[in-house]
C-alpha cells in the first residue's frame, strides 16, 4: 500500500524564493495569489489529495473500467466523489476566467496544482485534465454563446470535456482523417465517424460530456488543411440549457490498458451527431493545437507527478526495510540489519530521482510563468520571448521528462526487490500508469521531431538562442561564487556540448535532413539535461542564499549537494549525447529495411 | 496479437562461425552435437515454440494462475499441454547427463534452444527452468540415490522442481532465515517455517512437486553458516517409486504480480514437512549456489528473449504502419503514407535494440561455452580461466542484460504508439515479464555489489585481467584490417575505460569501500558494454570472412553496419560511465537520510 504527500515544502521553495512569482503582482490573477492565498490553496490541494484521492488510486486501478451493453461505461468506486469533489472546490477551473466560472488565479499556481493532483491519482485526474484542454479551446475558439453554454457547467464538474483527434488508422498524421462533418439548414453539423483512444469519451462522473471533434467538412481540402472543430454534446442541450435527448454518439467499446486503468479510454461511433463549429472552416488544427500544447506539457507535468510520488514511498521504504549490513560495518547494530538506505547503491538510485524531480519541477513550473507571461504582459518582446520558450520547452518537456519520469517510477520500483513486483504492493502501478506520458500526446519520437525540424529552426533559430543567452548570463554571473563552483564548470562545458550540437543540426537541417533527425531524441535528451542543470544553478544558488540569511532545514542544506549529484551523475551524459548526435545517421539509414 | 519467429539464422551463425563449436567435438557431449543434430534440435525447438507455445503467451497472460480453497493451483489453458510437449520431447534434460534420463548435449546447445522457449512463452518456461536448477543441484550435492530418486522424473517432465530460498523478512540477506529443520531417528527432517516467492511451488502440470529448501537445522551456527540443503516432495515416495501421500508443504497463496502471469509464484507453508538433507549439515548455501548462478545466467538469457521477441514485432509493424511522409519526400508515393520504418528515429530505436540483441546473444553463448569446458576440460588452466570468466561475468550478465533488455521492450512498445499501451496488442505483456528479469534471482543492485565488492577483486583480480587479455588481444589482431577500423579504434578507447575503473575500484575498495560501491552500477555498465562490444569486434570479423569468400545474405551484409551502429551509438556511453565513477561517491553518501 502506498501513502503520499505533497512536496508542499518544496513548491514553495520554487514559487516564492526561485521564481519569487510575487514579482508580477501586476499580472491579472497574480495579486490574487499571494503568498496567503497559495499557502491556503496548496494546503487545501494536499488534504483533498492525500486524504481523499490517492486511497482511490489502487482502487481505479484495481476496478478499472467497465461497459455495459447499452454503451455506458461505469467508472471505479469512488471516482464519481473525488471527482464531484475537484469540481465543487473549483479545482477545474483554477486558473479559467472568473467571468465563465473559474478561479482567475495563474495557470503557475495551478501547474503546482496539478501536479499534487496527478501524484494522488492520476487516472482520475486525467477527466479534469481534459475537461481543462475542452475549456481551453472553447476560450480561445469558440463564439460568445459557446463559451457562455458549455465552460461553467465544465469548470463545476456538473459537465466534462474530450479532445477526439484519433481514428483507426491515423494518429500522428491527421492528415489521414475521415471523419466527415455535413452542415445542416440551421447552420449547424451532421458528423458521421469513429474516434478512437478518446479518453473520458464515455463515463458516469458527470450528465453530460462535451466532445471537441475534428472533422472534415464534405468538400473541404484534402489533408490537414480541410480539417475543422466542432462541439458535439453527448446529451442535446434543451431551452432551459439542461441536458436533454441523446445526441448520435456512442461508446462502442473501451480499451484494456497497462495502466491508468481508472480513466475510460473510448472508441466513440458517430453517426450524424449534430455539432456546430468552433472557430473557422478548415481551421480546426489551429484549435486542436490550443488544446494539444497545453495537453503536452500536462504530459511532463504527469510523468513528475508519478516519479514524485515513486520516489516517496521508496525513500520511505529504503529507510525501513532492513537487510544486510554497510560495508563499512553495523550502522544499525541493535537491529537484525541495516536499513537498505545504507548502501551507495540504494542512495544513488534514490538522488538521481530526487535530482530529477526537483529540476522537472522547477522547470515545468518557470515554463507555467512563461504561460502566464505569455497571456498577460502587455510588453510585446516579453510576449514573444514567452511565447518563443512555450514553443521550444514544449516537446522538451513532454519528451524528456515523460522518458526519464518513466524510468524513475521503474527505479523506484527496483528499491523493493521482489515485493516491487507484486500489485499489492502498489509500486508496479506507478510504472504502468506513467508509461503512457511516453505515448500519448504524440509520442516521443514525435515530439523529438518536432523538436529539431521545427521548433529549433523556426525565425532563425530565435528561441533557442534566447535560452543560450539566459543560461550563459546566469553562468556568467554564478562564475564568481565558489559555492556554485561544483556547478557552474560542468554547465558550462555541457551548454557548450548543446550549442555545437544546435550548430550541427541547423546545418544538416539545410544539407541532410535525415542526418539532422537521426540525432533528434540524443538532441532532445541533451536539451533537457542542460535545461534541467541550469534549474539547478537556480534552485542552489537560491539554497545558498538562503542558507546564508540563517535558515536552515536538512531539505535546504541537502540542495547543494544533490545540485552536485545531479550534474556530477546526470548532466554529465551530455557529451556521450553529442558524440551520438555527431555520429549522425550514416549507420541508421545504411542498413536496408528488409535486413531489420 | 503477436508472432515469433526463432532466430535460427543468427544462432547458427553464432554457433557455427563465430564460435565455431565443432572444434570442441573432443569435448563430452559435443560429438553428438554435431550440425546436422544442432540443426534438428534448433528446428524441433523452433517448431514447438513458433506453433505451440507462442499462441498460448497470451492466454497466459490473461487468465494467470488461480489457488482455490484447498490450496490447489490451476495454471492457465494449454499451459499443461505445453509443459507435457517440454517434458516429452527431451526439452527440460538436453544438456543434463544421459544416465540420468538426459539428453547429453552441450549446454551451449541447451542455452540456443532456451532462448527460444523463453521468447515464446517466458511464464511456461520458468517451470521448466526451475526444474534444470533443482536437478543441477541435486546432481552437484546429491546422493546417488536423490539422484536415481527424483531426476529422471523431473526431467521427463512427470515431476517438477523449485528452489526455496526467500522468506518474508529476508531476500538478498539469508543469514536471517528462520525455517528450521528437526533430525529423525530415521534420518530424514522435519521442515517447518514459510517460504515466500516460490516459483511453481503450486501447480497442476505434473504429478508431484520436488522442493528444495534451505532451513536451518535445530543447534547450527547463526548466518549463513547455519544453513543446510533440503528436498522435500509434496507428495512422499512410495515403495514403488510412487507419489504417494501428501508430505506437510502447501500453498499458502499466491502473488498478484505486475506479469509472468501464469507462473505460479507461492507462498509455501512448511509445518513437519518431511525432507532429507542434500550435500552436507550447513552447507546449505554452496549448494544453493550452484542453482542460483545457473539461474542468474538464464535471467540474462530471459531478458535477452523478451528483448528479442518484442524486436521482431515492432520491426514487422515499423514496415507495415503507414504513417506520415518521409523527410525527404514520399517513399512510398502509391500509398496513402509511408510505413514509419523510413523515420530515421523510428531506426535508430530499432537498430539500438538489434544491436543489442545481437551481442548479447554472443556473450551468453560464449559463456555457455566457458560452462561445457568448465565440466568437460581436462586441462586444469583452461578450467580455471573458464571458472574464472563464469564467475566474473554471471552478475554482468544477469545485471546488464536485463537492464537494457527490459528497456529494449519499452523501445519495442514505443514504435507502436497508443496502441502499444493496448493490452491485445500484446507489445506491453513483453515489458511486465520483462520487468521480473531485473528483480529476482538477486536484486541488480545486488548484481553490481557482487561484481565489483567480491568477484572483481577476488584472487589479485585474476578474472579480469585475463578478459582484458583476450580483449585487447583480439583488439590487436584486428588492427590491421580496415573493414573492422570503425569498431577497433572505438574498442580500444572503452577497453581503456574500463582498465582505468578497474584500477580506481581496485584502490577505492582497499581504502574506501563506499567509494567504490558507488560506482558498482555503472561499472558493471561499463564492464558490460565492452563485453558486448568485444562480441561485435568478434561477429563483425566473422562477417566480414564470409562476405570475402561469396557468401551473401542481407542479414550477413547488415552486420558490419549493425556492429558499427553499436559502437557509435551504445559503446559511446563508456566515457560517461567512467566520469560517473571517477566522481565517486562523495554526494551519494552526503546527504543524510532525513532529507532523502
Not at 526537483?358 to 518557470?366: D, N, Q, S, T
Not at 539535461?529 to 539547478?536: N, P, Q, R, S
Request: net charge negative.
Amino acid at each position: 500500500m502506498t501513502t503520499y504527500q505533497a512536496p508542499l515544502q518544496d513548491i514553495h521553495f520554487l514559487l516564492n524564493d526561485v521564481f519569487q512569482i510575487d514579482r508580477f503582482s501586476n499580472l491579472a490573477g497574480f495579486a490574487d495569489a499571494s503568498l496567503d492565498i497559495r499557502t491556503a490553496v496548496l494546503g487545501e490541494a494536499a488534504k483533498l489529495s492525500e486524504e481523499a484521492l490517492h486511497p482511490l488510486n489502487a482502487v481505479g486501478d484495481r476496478e478499472g473500467c467497465s461497459r455495459n451493453e447499452n454503451g455506458e461505461v461505469a467508472t471505479p468506486t469512488g471516482f464519481r466523489d473525488g471527482f464531484k469533489s475537484l469540481g465543487e472546490g473549483g479545482w477545474i477551473g483554477l486558473s479559467a476566467p472568473i467571468e465563465y466560472g473559474g478561479q482567475g488565479l495563474p495557470t503557475t499556481v495551478a501547474t503546482a496544482v496539478g501536479e499534487i493532483f496527478a501524484s494522488a491519482n492520476m487516472a482520475l485526474e486525467i477527466y479534469a485534465g481534459l475537461s481543462r484542454g475542452a475549456v481551453a479551446a472553447l476560450l480561445k475558439h469558440g463564439s460568445e454563446q459557446q463559451k457562455r453554454q458549455f465552460v461553467p457547467k465544465i469548470l463545476s464538474g456538473e459537465w466534462s470535456g474530450t479532445m477526439n483527434l484519433t481514428e483507426p488508422h491515423c494518429g500522428t498524421d491527421l492528415g489521414l482523417m475521415r471523419t466527415k462533418a455535413v452542415q445542416q439548414a440551421d447552420g449547424s453539423f451532421r458528423i458521421t465517424g469513429t474516434k478512437i483512444f478518446i479518453s473520458g469519451g464515455e463515463h458516469d462522473l458527470t450528465e453530460n460530456i462535451i466532445h471537441l471533434v475534428l472533422a472534415r467538412i464534405e468538400g473541404a481540402p484534402p489533408g490537414i488543411k480541410g480539417v475543422s472543430l466542432f462541439v458535439v454534446p453527448k446529451r442535446l442541450i434543451d431551452a432551459g440549457g439542461k441536458p436533454g435527448e441523446r445526441n448520435g454518439v456512442s461508446c462502442g467499446s473501451i480499451e484494456h490498458k497497462m495502466g491508468i486503468r481508472g480513466s475510460a479510454t473510448c472508441v466513440l461511433n458517430y453517426d450524424n451527431a449534430v455539432g456546430w463549429l468552433v472557430g473557422r472552416e478548415n481551421k480546426g488544427m489551429e484549435a486542436m493545437f490550443v488544446m494539444m500544447n497545453e495537453a503536452r506539457l500536462g504530459v511532463g507535468l504527469q510523468a513528475l507527478s508519478q516519479s514524485e510520488i515513486a520516489y516517496q514511498n521508496a525513500a520511505t521504504y529504503a529507510k525501513e526495510r532492513l537487510q544486510g549490513r554497510a560495508l563499512t560495518g553495523p550502522q544499525a547494530p541493535d537491529k537484525s540489519a541495516d536499513p537498505i538506505i545504507v548502501h551507495p547503491d540504494v542512495r544513488r538510485t534514490l538522488l538521481s530521482i530526487r535530482a530529477f524531480n526537483e529540476a522537472a519541477r522547477a522547470l515545468i513550473f518557470w515554463t507555467a510563468l512563461k504561460e502566464d507571461l505569455a497571456r498577460c504582459t502587455e510588453d510585446p518582446d516579453e510576449r514573444e520571448l514567452a511565447e518563443d520558450h512555450l514553443a521550444l520547452i514544449t516537446p522538451v518537456i513532454k519528451g524528456v521528462l515523460s522518458d526519464r519520469g518513466f524510468t524513475n517510477t521503474v527505479a523506484a520500483q527496483q528499491m523493493f526487490g521482489g515485493h516491487g513486483y507484486i500489485v499489492e504492493t502498489g509500486m508496479e502501478q506507478f510504472v504502468r500508469d506513467c508509461r503512457i506520458t511516453m505515448l500519448y500526446e504524440g509520442a516521443n519520437g514525435i515530439q523529438a521531431l518536432d523538436l529539431v525540424a521545427r521548433k529549433l529552426p523556426r525565425d532563425g533559430a530565435r528561441a533557442i538562442h534566447s535560452f543560450f543567452r539566459d543560461v550563459n548570463a546566469f553562468i556568467d554571473e554564478s562564475a564568481g561564487s565558489s559555492a556554485l563552483s561544483p556547478l557552474v564548470q560542468p554547465m558550462r562545458r555541457s551548454l557548450r556540448e548543446l550549442e555545437q550540437a544546435t550548430a550541427l543540426l541547423l546545418q544538416r537541417l539545410r544539407e541532410q535532413p535525415n542526418e539532422a533527425v537521426a540525432g533528434s531524441t540524443d538532441f532532445m535528451n541533451l536539451f533537457g539535461l542542460v535545461a534541467l542543470g541550469y534549474m539547478w544553478l537556480r534552485i542552489v544558488k537560491t539554497a545558498n542564499q538562503r542558507l546564508a540569511a540563517g535558515d536552515s532545514s536538512p531539505e535546504l542544506a541537502a540542495k547543494p549537494l544533490i545540485g552536485r549529484f545531479f550534474v556530477e551523475h546526470l548532466l554529465s551524459e551530455t557529451s556521450t549525447l553529442l558524440a551520438r548526435i555527431q555520429a549522425g545517421g550514416a549507420t541508421v539509414m545504411a542498413v536496408p529495411a528488409e535486413a531489420i
